[in-house]
């Protein structure tokens, strides 16, 4: 009785130890979660009409935008240059060819006192099919709203606000994604990025039961089943820049939040830009609604911009810009 008693133990213990490591490595976080969506303040209703028009000029006026939707992928870029200048920042096309045609990121600088750099972007493609308003016209509109307000700041680091080309399938973590060239190029330059964030499908919640699922069954033993917060993930060589940016997020009140270290292996966990950063030795954080994991119009022509919730997308930009 003792032997097979002993291995029972020893199995339960093993379990009971690898579950605590995770729970400390990987999702315990700091700061306090708010227990709810805060109220919206006078400045946050005037962010919440700003990012709707946004959505609704690059899903609802230019559609679908991609390399087979080359007319509205352009122009997407004239409106994001657009707005950059009308926050009087200078922004810059950083080109390269697919199949023949020339496709952009753009980025646009504020110079901080420290030639650090943090990044903060958003692909403005569409998938195939699809208008693509939370993924990833929601990205691209808080992208574009922080731009706006910090560009008259005078930041710590350098900031860099950059649209990124060609996310989606079929150039998805190939040389042709826009944000690994983009990756690439920087270091090649030898670019000191302490940071990146990418902005992917923030626009979407559900205060309904079960709404939120994970990619991994085990996750849900740790995670709300309510898709009623906004999530911050990374790999584990990120993990320090991601209890940071959470602590800061979570210090501000207005949202719910998760954040997960997870291995980059699970499904859904490099699956932006901030993927490409990783593969270039820099630290990356993604911020999102999970996508779908939570967006039942997820990849579809139903991405339209009235499924959004734009009180809390306004609530997840007003606390990034602390």
């Known amino acids: 009785m003792g032997g097979p008693l ?28 708010a227990a709810r969506a805060a109220e919206l303040t006078n400045d946050e209703r005037q962010l919440r009409s700003e990012l709707q028009a946004y959505v609704q000029k690059l899903a609802g006026e230019i559609g679908e935008r991609n390399v087979s939707h080359y007319a509205a992928l352009n122009a ?9 200048a009308s926050a009087d920042l200078r922004s810059r096309r ?14 646009a600088v504020i110079p901080g006192r420290s030639p650090e750099i943090v990044v903060i972007g958003a692909h ?38 950059v649209a990124f080309v060609n996310e989606e399938p079929p150039y998805f973590q190939t040389p042709q994604m826009g944000s690994l060239v983009y990756a ?29 699922v994970y990619p991994s069954a085990g996750l849900s033993a740790f995670y709300p089943k309510t898709a009623n917060f906004i ?19 979570r210090a501000t009140g207005k949202l719910p939040s998760e954040g997960a270290t997870v291995p980059s292996f699970i499904p859904g966990v490099g699956w932006s830009d901030h993927w490409a950063f990783w593969q270039n030795g820099y630290r990356s954080v993604m911020v999102t609604d999970t996508a779908l994991f939570r967006y039942p119009h997820y990849h579809q022509h139903t991405d339209t911009p009235d499924k959004l919730d734009y009180d809390r997308f306004a609530l997840v930009v007003s606390g990034m810009k602390k």
């Open 6 to 33: 002993f291995s029972v133990l020893r199995v339960t213990g093993l379990l009971a130890a690898i579950t605590l490591l995770t729970w400390i490595f990987m999702i315990q976080m700091p700061g306090r979660n």
């Open 76 to 84: 997407a870029v004239q409106f994001i240059e657009e707005r950059f």
């Open 94 to 107: 950083d080109s390269y060819e697919v199949n023949g045609r020339e496709c952009h990121n753009l980025e």
């Open 124 to 161: 403005y493609d569409s998938v195939y099919g699809a208008p693509g308003a939370n993924d990833n016209a929601t990205g691209v509109a808080g992208m574009l709203a922080l731009a706006r307000r910090f560009a008259k700041t005078r930041p710590e680091k350098t900031m860099r606000f």
């Open 184 to 212: 690439r190029r920087c270091k090649a330059n030898h670019d000191r990025i302490a940071a990146m964030i990418s902005l992917e499908t923030i626009g979407f919640f559900s205060d309904s039961p079960h709404s939120q």
């Open 231 to 249: 999530g911050f993930v990374s790999n584990l060589g990120s993990r320090a820049l991601l209890k940071r940016c959470l602590k800061t997020f």
